[in-house]
């Protein structure tokens, strides 16, 4: 008859659970990288939209972007894609404060058409190519969340 050994198996789940944490944050890491390229790009199109709107073109502002949520009670990082109110030159002002709308992605995640039809002309080529690069790392979050849930059911079972 085998002996099992709780308190080795136990001390072991527990470092998976660290690696899987250490990367949950390295990837996260990541993705504000990309986010923040993102938001970098955005500001300055959006300003320079608002400089032609003020000479009288008629353009519009962006107001999708890409937006990082962690989960306060579980920590499950979300990638997710939001809309901004668009701004005026009139209500740029009087905007202190400004919150945004999460875009639902569909069954199988963000598709680029179901962006596409949110964004200006001139947003188009960025969201998608920083869709592509997030949907890879939403992918491997995923997996990494349902990986510690998994460990964490083992752990209570080992501990009953």
Known sequence: MDVVDLNGTSHELSDLQLLIQQKVMAYKDEAQVIVDEYYVWWRANNKEVLNLMSLGEK????????????????????????????VTVIVRERHKKTFCKQITPRKRGYSIDQLELKCQLWEINMVTETESKLSTLRDKLDLLH??????????????N
Do not use: Q, S
């Open 59 to 86: 353009v519009k502002t962006g107001e999708i972007a890409p937006f990082i949520r962690v989960h306060r009670l579980n920590g499950k990082v979300y990638l997710t894609w939001v809309l901004w109110p668009r």
């Open 146 to 159: 349902k990986m510690k849930v998994d460990i964490n059911r083992l752990n209570k079972k080992l501990n």
